[in-house]
């Protein structure tokens, strides 16, 4: 009975204290100072009635159990007795008990609480147990644990198919989706087609579960196209202008030619016919009759290239005189088209003179 009053003893006051604000706190009401006699001091006793010899008894049952269960491993019995004994007197043994109960059951949160409680109360306990500075470095360390334990997202988003990505990773993944995070503040950026993109920040403590959700807002539709505007379709061009007439003056003059030709041919060829008579007659005379044949030898050759030219210049009266425009179409685009005038191909009469002869050739363009 003695062990179990030195644990407990020292917290009475404080819990009596703690209890008070507690109420102060939960039903709104501040107090106020007023001028009041003195009271007499205090024993530590008058704001909470001492536990009673049969509740320490039933205290110490509690605890007692308590350490038994948490021997067998059997944590939410144990945790139970020791609630029960913390009811009656709080203790930094108890709330130690308390702290690994909750620990070994996965309530981080809850057990740190209670570490940080038992760690404050037993460094202000005047009497210290043998083993309290080893339960002391013990709470310390796991406590340090416990505050690096990742904290638990579950995040969702609307609308379906939204994608997220936490904080500065490259990596999306869809919703909804659980994910450990380290404690601290992040940031959790979400994405839909057709809807604007939104960020959540979140602040996260050490083995916290926490929802996180978005909703995705759509995009306002697009403004419509302009209208197209139709350009209208470009008149016809003009038809071309009608061909100037052809004018028949060079006919006529090759013609005049070729007649004048022909009868300069006929004169010479008169004449040549005339040396060859001369010359059968003088055929004793050997000088005279070289003389002669030479003479209508050229007058053979006029004759010839007269009639030559005469023949050249008639052709070409006559094709003159024949020639007409022709109409061709270059290009063709809708409505609008265009023309240009081109002459037929014709030959072309060449005359053709030789020392010996005359005639004449024709000449084809194409």
Known sequence: MRRFESVWGTRATRAVS???????????????????????????????KAPTPKEL???????????????????????EHFKAAEA????????RYIALCLDRLGNFRESAIAFEHFLSEAHTLKKPTKNLPKQIEEAEERLAEQKKIPAKLHISATPEGTVFKLDDQAAEAKVPADVEVKP??????????????????????????????????????PPPPPPVVVKPEPPPAPPPPPPEPRSKIPAYVT?????????????????????????????NNPTL??????????????????FAAALTLGVTSIVLFLTKDETVVESKTGRAHTTKKVAKKIPVIVPIATPNGGGAGAMFQF
């Open 255 to 283: 013609g005049g030619l070729a007649l004048a030709s022909v009868g300069v041919g006929t004169a010479f060829g008169i004449l040549a016919l005339k040396d060859k008579s001369d010359f059968d007659k003088n055929l």
């Open 88 to 95: 009656v007197r709080p203790a930094p043994q108890t709330t």
């Open 289 to 306: 009759a070289e003389e002669i044949a030479n003479r209508g030898d050229n007058r053979a050759l006029v004759a010839d290239m007269a």
């Open 184 to 221: 601290g503040k992040h940031v959790v950026h979400f994405e839909a087609p057709d809807h604007e993109p939104k960020s959540v920040d979140v602040e996260a403590s050490f083995a916290e579960s926490k929802d996180v959700s978005a909703v995705l807002e759509k995009k306002p539709e």
């Open 57 to 79: 008894a039933d205290a110490k049952k509690h605890f007692g159990e308590g350490e038994k269960a948490f021997a067998k491993g059997e944590f939410n019995e144990a945790l």
């Open 18 to 48: 703690c209890a008070l604000i507690a109420s102060i706190v939960s039903t709104g009401f501040v107090p106020v100072a007023i001028a009041a006699p003195a009271a007499p001091a205090s024993d530590g006793h008058s704001e909470k």
